[in-house]
């Protein structure tokens, strides 16, 4: 049986589609984004650029639709309570609110140069701050330090996820294939 929504128990496979997509498409921006600040913009590399904004609003838009997707599908409760449930909720608000910052960051810093954002090579994306050197300066600066920060976030939440597989509490399998047992298969 295909559970595509999630219940009390199980995430379904949109979630887990989401998250694990998001997962590996924000490892790669991470990874991207650390190349970039130590590049020198240049006619070779100006893809690379293009493709990390255009990579960032889809990450953008991707979490908008994973949040409306828990509005209508809640996901179950972390499995445990005490400190670790409260430790994981507030760690997973940290990742949605790093995950809708950090783009909208790279968007105003980027419309704040002047150049254009295009996503794909296609679609010119609106300005939405204006052209200024000042804020295009506290703007990346702000991306950059708030990319540390998600750098930081992921790496706990990878460990996180990783003890308490080692702990066998059904965490990380539950996020793998629905279920936090192999009972129910």
Known sequence: MVVWRNTADRFGRV??????????AVIGMLALGARLVTMQPGLANLWLYGLHK??????LVLVVLRLAWHRISPPPPPIGGGLAGWLARGAHAAL???????????????????I???LFGRWVVPPIAPVSEALEKQWFALHHLLAKALAGLVVVHILAALQ??????????????GRATTADR
Request: aromatic share 8%.
């Open 15 to 24: 979630s887990r589609a989401l998250h694990w997509l998001m997962a590996l």
């Open 54 to 59: 255009s990579v960032g609003l889809t990450l």
């Open 96 to 114: 949605y609110l790093l995950l809708l910052a950090l783009p909208l960051c790279g968007w105003v810093a980027s419309s704040a140069t002047g």
């Open 116 to 118: 254009d954002t295009v």
């Open 164 to 177: 308490r597989a080692w702990a066998g509490d059904g965490t990380l399998r539950r996020m793998i294939t």
